[in-house]
């Protein structure tokens, strides 16, 4: 099923739920990954993103980056992680990475 960057699902204007496949598929599951605070699912506590260590105001760039890494590689679709890039400003953080896919397919967020 396909789901929004809220976080809803989409429903056609046919008033069926949309789907996702592939690549789409892939980058939607990183997307929940990284939304995800790690240990708030029981049944898997390994998953998702340790915003703990990423909110840290003494955090450096690098460990920031390494903690998005792993996070995206905890979707068994992607092959490597070409790219990964944190940069603050002020209050804000903002990650770009570029990762491929088992198959072939370049993901960039």
Known sequence: ?????????????????????????????????????????????GHGTNYETILKEDTDLQSIEEEYRESIYQETGISMVEEIKAKKENRELRVTFRAVTKEGETIES
């Open 1 to 45: 099923m396909k789901i929004d960057e809220t976080g809803d699902l989409v429903i056609g204007e046919d008033g069926i739920l949309e789907t996702v496949s592939g690549a789409e598929t892939t980058a939607q599951n990183i997307r929940m990954t990284l939304k995800a605070e790690k240990e708030d699912f029981p049944l898997v506590p």
